[in-house]
């Protein structure tokens, strides 16, 4: 185990935790949204009693988001202290834009949204609603800006300074909007719209199964429901997008996805398998030229594969195939089972299926897993490059860092992360036991802002 090993397995650690909470976050606060706006528009409390109970598991995934998300911020000085030498003239502008468009929109209304309750007036709460979920929506996408940079570097030049080469922005807007940049962020963005859409139908359909809340739970469904089709949906068509990108810009990523050697062949699709690099073997069910069809609508199109590339510069194939194709399933298996509700929903018979709730309480796993699966799949997809085409991931880590002290710590954040995830479990698991009606007060919609002297809710 060597420096820059230890180091990829601590950052891979630190951040597929806390890209757990993100989505949710992110799909939760426009689930508010649209619950809120019911609320005002149909003035009926069982709106209300849904973004006060969805509004305190969002301050829950909000506060493990920002204690998780910080930890990778020092992580790029104390691990990868030349990469952050190289970007940082780069890499600096979309993290300060996020931390002052974003972060401090989505924190700065987030006090009124928390207490604001019987502060307020009912549209000054439901612009602060507005405002949290378009800030969280801000923070994914400077975020995305700093990563797609790395997958599609553009708007940019080397310079020396001091002895040392450093990426230098001449275009900002081509840093923003880099080739893979809006491709990625709807990929992103509708991910997170499912975490949020299945933690609502997950919750709904427990209450009903439980016959506890039920029209609390019966209307989470119908909404979450509604919402997650869409998403899912949505999805597919965004996937196809990313596919295409990069198979224009990351060519040996696109390759990997589907383990197609052929430096410039047809080239056919699995539906699940293995890859044995060695002879260069996919073992499994495959259809004949489907990835070809699919880049280019024809079956006879060739498709660069990982011959044209030498071996040191080809991903890891096997386990970018697997992490790829178990997204694919997942997203699959999410679709189908959101029009199958959706049948029974418009049959009237959904409440009925015992069989297909306990499915919803369970498929909240689903949007999270294939979340981190995507995340893995793009950011092994691109190795060795951690600026890609331009500064390989051996290169860019710290160079006086020791290897004990790396798994030292890999050791220490392992131990408070199985923490903080148990902490995180018991919280939500308290509050969905507890239940929407704790934190509803059944008064009028006020067609004023009422006294500062009024009750805050818990």
């Given at each position: 185990?060597?420096?820059?090993?230890?180091?990829?397995?601590?950052?891979?650690?630190?951040?597929?935790?806390?890209?757990?909470?993100?989505?949710?976050?992110?799909?939760?606060?426009?689930?508010?949204?649209?619950?809120?706006?019911?609320?005002?528009?149909?003035?009926?409390?069982?709106?209300?009693?849904?973004?006060?109970?969805?509004?305190?598991?969002?301050?829950?995934?909000?506060?493990?988001?920002?204690?998780?998300?910080?930890?990778?911020?020092?992580?790029?000085?104390?691990?990868?202290?030349?990469?952050?030498?190289?970007?940082?003239?780069?890499?600096?502008?979309?993290?300060?834009?996020?931390?002052?468009?974003?972060?401090?929109?989505?924190?700065?209304?987030?006090?009124?949204?928390?207490?604001?309750?019987?502060?307020?007036?009912?549209?000054?709460?439901?612009?602060?609603?507005?405002?949290?979920?378009?800030?969280?929506?801000?923070?994914?996408?400077?975020?995305?800006?700093?990563?797609?940079?790395?997958?599609?570097?553009?708007?940019?030049?080397?310079?020396?300074?001091?002895?040392?080469?450093?990426?230098?922005?001449?275009?900002?807007?081509?840093?923003?909007?880099?080739?893979?940049?809006?491709?990625?962020?709807?990929?992103v963005l509708l991910g997170a719209f499912m975490?949020?859409?299945?933690?609502?139908?997950?919750?709904?359909?427990?209450?009903?199964?439980?016959?506890?809340?039920?029209?609390?739970?019966?209307?989470?469904?119908?909404?979450?429901?509604?919402?997650?089709?869409?998403?899912?949906?949505?999805?597919?068509?965004?996937?196809?997008?990313?596919?295409?990108?990069?198979?224009?810009?990351?060519?040996?990523?696109?390759?990997?996805?589907?383990?197609?050697?052929?430096?410039?062949?047809?080239?056919?699709?699995?539906?699940?398998?293995?890859?044995?690099?060695?002879?260069?073997?996919?073992?499994?069910?495959?259809?004949?030229?489907?990835?070809?069809?699919?880049?280019?609508?024809?079956?006879?199109?060739?498709?660069?594969?990982?011959?044209?590339?030498?071996?040191?510069?080809?991903?890891?194939?096997?386990?970018?195939?697997?992490?790829?194709?178990?997204?694919?399933?997942?997203?699959?298996?999410?679709?189908?089972?959101?029009?199958?509700?959706?049948?029974?929903?418009?049959?009237?018979?959904?409440?009925?299926?015992?069989?297909?709730?306990?499915?919803?309480?369970?498929?909240?796993?689903?949007?999270?897993?294939?979340?981190?699966?995507?995340?893995?799949?793009?950011?092994?997809?691109?190795?060795?490059?951690i600026v890609y085409g331009i500064m390989k991931?051996?290169?860019?880590?710290?160079?006086?860092?020791?290897?004990?002290?790396?798994?030292?710590?890999?050791?220490?954040?392992?131990?408070?992360?199985?923490?903080?995830?148990?902490?995180?479990?018991?919280?939500?698991?308290?509050?969905?036991?507890q239940g929407p009606g704790e934190a509803v007060?059944?008064?009028?919609?006020?067609?004023?802002?009422?006294?500062?002297?009024?009750?805050?809710?818990?």
């Open positions: 185990m060597n420096t820059l090993w230890l180091s990829r397995v601590q950052f891979g650690l630190t951040i597929s935790f806390h890209y757990l909470f993100p989505p949710l976050s992110i799909g939760l606060g426009v689930m508010m949204v649209v619950m809120e706006a019911m609320y005002l528009k149909t003035r009926k409390k069982v709106y209300e009693s849904m973004t006060r109970f969805w509004t305190r598991i969002f301050a829950l995934t909000f506060g493990l988001g920002v204690a998780t998300g910080i930890v990778m911020e020092f992580e790029f000085g104390t691990n990868w202290a030349n990469y952050s030498r190289f970007v940082g003239d780069v890499f600096g502008a979309p993290l300060a834009s996020e931390g002052i468009f974003a972060f401090f929109l989505e924190s700065g209304f987030l006090a009124v949204l928390l207490f604001g309750w019987d502060r307020v007036g009912p549209k000054t709460h439901f612009f602060s609603t507005l405002m949290v979920s378009l800030g969280s929506i801000f923070s994914a996408l400077w975020i995305n800006v700093a990563n797609s940079w790395m997958q599609t570097p553009a708007g940019f030049h080397l310079v020396w300074h001091n002895g040392v080469v450093r990426a230098q922005i001449t275009n900002f807007w081509q840093v923003v909007f880099n080739p893979s940049t809006v491709d990625r962020l709807v990929h975490s949020g859409a299945f933690l609502v139908l997950s919750v709904g359909a427990y209450y009903v199964l439980k016959r506890r809340h039920e029209e609390f739970g019966r209307i989470c469904v119908r909404i979450a429901l509604i919402a997650a089709v869409i998403g899912a949906l949505a999805q597919l068509v965004s996937g196809d997008f990313n596919a295409k990108m990069i198979g224009k810009y990351q060519p040996a990523k696109l390759a990997a996805f589907e383990g197609h050697f052929p430096a410039d062949a047809p080239a056919g699709m699995s539906l699940f398998g293995w890859v044995d690099s060695k002879t260069q073997t996919v073992y499994g069910l495959r259809i004949p030229g489907m990835l070809s069809w699919l880049m280019y609508y024809n079956t006879k199109a060739p498709v660069i594969g990982l011959d044209h590339f030498p071996p040191a510069l080809r991903p890891p194939v096997n386990p970018v195939f697997q992490s790829y194709h178990a997204m694919v399933a997942i997203g699959m298996a999410l679709i189908f089972i959101t029009l199958l509700g959706v049948f029974y929903l418009w049959r009237g018979t959904l409440f009925q299926k015992r069989w297909l709730l306990w499915v919803f309480v369970i498929s909240v796993i689903g949007p999270e897993l294939a979340n981190e699966l995507g995340w893995f799949s793009a950011e092994v997809g691109r190795q060795p490059w991931t051996s290169q860019g880590v710290s160079p006086h860092l020791a290897a004990g002290e790396v798994l030292a710590s890999i050791i220490m954040f392992g131990i408070m992360y199985v923490l903080l995830g148990l902490l995180f479990i018991f919280l939500m698991n308290r509050k969905i036991q007060v059944a008064l009028p919609i006020p067609t004023a802002p009422v006294s500062g002297h009024a009750r805050l809710d818990a």
